[in-house]
């Protein structure tokens, strides 16, 4: 018995950049790339920039009034500070194509990554380190990427993402 394997999402689209460093205010040039089995009906092409923190760390605070001093494993914590769609192509049938696109990154993107904190609703920080009263906040960093989305209408969207640096 012979076994068919489709291809995995990040087969059936791809990104392809002219280079992978960039500057504030800097175009980013490109093309997203669809390698599909069959033709699908979406809803549109998507590609999405991303401006992330991340980190991966311990977390310790107190439990209960009885005081139970605790530590928690945070694993890999993220928050998305700065997201920014570009319509690519609109609600059709697609098939094997190449889209190219230009992207613009924002002049004050890396003063944005600096004051993400303020963007963080309160309520959002305490459910994840349960109380504040002692809390050893590890180092966040940034992570920068660009995902390309085709929105299926009846059905998983396909995506594949790349990440880029910034500086």
Same mark, same amino acid.
């Given at each position: ?63 209960? #009034? /009885? ?9 890999? @914590?993220?928050?998305?500070?700065? +997201?920014? $769609?570009?319509? &690519? ?53 940034? #992570? /920068? ?9 009846? @059905?998983?969207?396909?995506?594949? +993402?790349? $990440?880029?640096? &910034?500086?």
């Amino acid at each position: 018995m012979a076994f068919k394997f489709n291809k995995s999402e990040k087969e059936k689209i791809k990104i392809e950049l002219e280079k992978d460093t960039f500057s504030p205010g800097e175009n980013i040039r490109g093309r997203i790339i669809l390698k599909l089995d069959k033709p699908l009906q979406a809803k549109g092409l998507i590609l999405t920039f991303v401006g992330q923190k991340y980190r991966k760390g311990l977390a310790s605070y107190f439990l209960g #009034r /009885w005081r139970i001093y605790h530590i928690k494993s945070l694993g890999w @914590g993220f928050y998305n500070f700065f +997201k920014e $769609e570009l319509q &690519i192509d609109t609600e059709k049938e697609y098939y094997g194509m190449i889209y190219p696109f230009e992207y613009k990154i924002p002049q004050n993107i890396l003063l944005e990554a600096e004051n993400w904190k303020d963007k963080i609703p309160t309520a959002k920080i305490i459910d994840e380190i349960v109380s504040e009263e002692v809390y050893k906040e590890t180092e966040w960093s940034n #992570r /920068w990427y660009l995902e390309a989305r085709l929105k299926i209408s009846h @059905g998983k969207d396909i995506k594949n +993402k790349i $990440e880029i640096k &910034i500086t």
